[in-house]
Every structure is written in C-alpha cells, then in structure tokens.
C-alpha cells in the first residue's frame, strides 16, 4: 500500500512536469513566431506596398488595373509560347532586369536624391 501511494504521487510529479515542459514549449514556440514574424517584417517591410496594390489588382478592385494585367500576362504567355529564345536566357535576363531594378531602388537612387528644402533649412 505504501509502495503504491508513492506510485501515485511520482505519476503526479511526472504530470505536473510535463505540463510545465508544455508551457515553456509553448512560450518557446511563441518566441521562435516573433523572431521570425520580425525577420519577415524587416525583410519584406519595403514590399508592402506592392503586396497591398497587388492583391487588390487579383481580387478585381481595381478593374482597369486587373484587365491590363490580365491582358499583359496574357501576351506574355504567348511571347514564352512562339519566342525561338532559350526560357534559360529568359530567365537570366528576367532576373538582371530584377536585381537592376532593386539595386537602383535601394542604393542607387538614395544616393542621388536631393535635399528637400525643409531638411536644408533644419541644418542651419
């Protein structure tokens, strides 16, 4: 008898452990979610927009917006259909035009901008 009632109170140790071991997996969990929501942020922050302007064009909010890219995407197809050029070299140069583009976005254009006059007038 004695032997069991220790069974019995070993197996709630082992109860009350597991939950525990529960919430600290969950609180960790939750911590792995943040960091990673916050990677996310930071790196597609600068997207938004265009995620924003992009969904509303899929979901026809914007009409003119979708036919044309609906008409775009539709001449795209057939120039990949009946083009003779390699879908590699496609590829690659959709990809340069790409990295182009951000590279002026981001490091370029910053550098080139002009000095409003309202930030001119705060540095004397």
């Known amino acids: ?22 919430r600290s997996t969950a609180l960790d969990r939750d911590q792995q979610i943040r960091a990673v929501k916050e990677t996310l942020l930071g790196t597609l922050g600068s997207y938004e927009p265009l995620v924003i302007y992009l969904q509303a ?8 917006h979708s036919a044309l890219l609906h008409l775009s995407l539709n001449a795209a197809f057939w120039f990949f259909a009946l083009t003779s050029l390699r879908i590699l070299f496609l590829g690659a140069f959709g990809l340069m035009i790409i990295i182009c583009m951000d590279q002026w976005k981001n490091k370029i254009w910053p550098e080139l901008r002009v000095a409003r006059s309202n930030e001119l007038d ?3």
């Open 122 to 124: 705060n540095d004397r």
């Open 57 to 64: 064009v899929l979901v026809w909010e914007r009409p003119r």
């Open 1 to 22: 008898m004695a032997q069991r009632g220790t069974e019995d109170e070993s197996s709630g140790l082992r109860r009350a452990r597991s939950g525990g071991g529960r």
